[in-house]
T-cell receptor
Framework: AQSVSQHNHHVILSEAASLELGCNYSYGGTVNLFWYVQYPGQHLQLLLKYFSGDPLVKGIKGFEAEFIKSKFSFNLRKPSVQWSDTAEYFCAVSILTGGGNKLTFGTGTQLKVEL | GAGVSQSPSNKVTEKGKDVELRCDPISGHTALYWYRQSLGQGLEFLIYFQGNSAPDKSGLPSDRFSAERTGGSVSTLTIQRTQQEDSAVYLC?????????????FGPGTRLTVL
């Protein structure tokens, strides 16, 4: 079965600092990769996703992620964070099976951006 | 357009009681997923529906948990004889089709507290 690891559980940054959140998955076959974000008091929403093609994926709000197949990684980056990026970030993977697209999530990274 | 809605938003129940949680997916979405978000376990897949059938029930933690979907739309997750370890936020998501390339849109969740 596939699994997802997020190594940073809590991250605190100052505004304008650069962000990189690590995500590694374990599965030997073809995967789809996602980053979801949950802002305080809001529900999960998609930041970006990778299915195929260019391994550098750009999402909403200036976020991007790079799929490195050899490292089984899909790290999330943002060059300059804002206070409004304070949220919990979840990496997720789904595998191509005969049916369904169930997501396996990492444990999440709580990001706090200080003014 | 309208997103995924869930009801109730909060449910407090006594141990041993049955509860029903409801999910209204985005109109036209054929795939529906239930997940559970708890402190100790993170985000876990419970069950997936394609139309009214449930090809994947692998995430249901025990036979006290069941779910159905009628008319290819509304889904109900039922937990019988609730236990304290059932306390969690239950999330519903829907997608247009059940393929790896399709985005799952999440509802706000139902927070279940079992006393």
């Amino acid at each position: 079965a596939q699994s997802v690891s997020q190594h940073n559980h809590h991250v605190i940054l100052s505004e304008a600092a650069s962000l990189e959140l690590g995500c590694n998955y374990s599965y030997g076959g073809t995967v789809n990769l996602f980053w979801y974000v949950q802002y305080p008091g809001q529900h999960l929403q998609l930041l970006l996703k990778y299915f195929s093609g260019d391994p550098l994926v750009k999402g909403i709000k200036g976020f991007e992620a790079e799929f490195i197949k050899s490292k089984f990684s899909f790290n999330l980056r943002k060059p300059s964070v804002q206070w409004s990026d304070t949220a919990e970030y979840f990496c997720a993977v789904s595998i191509l099976t005969g049916g369904g697209n169930k997501l396996t999530f990492g444990t999440g990274t709580q990001l706090k951006v200080e003014l | 357009g309208a997103g995924v809605s869930q009801s109730p938003s909060n449910k407090v129940t006594e141990k041993g009681k049955d509860v029903e949680l409801r999910c209204d997916p985005i109109s036209g979405h054929t795939a529906l997923y239930w997940y559970r978000q708890s402190l100790g376990q993170g985000l876990e897949f419970l069950i997936y529906f394609q139309g009214n059938s449930a090809p994947d029930k692998s995430g249901l933690p025990s036979d006290r948990f069941s779910a159905e979907r009628t008319g290819g739309s509304v889904s109900t997750l039922t937990i019988q004889r609730t236990q304290q370890e059932d306390s969690a936020v239950y999330l519903c998501a829907s997608s247009l089709v059940a393929s790896g390339s399709d985005t799952q849109y999440f509802g706000p969740g139902t927070r279940l507290t079992v006393l």
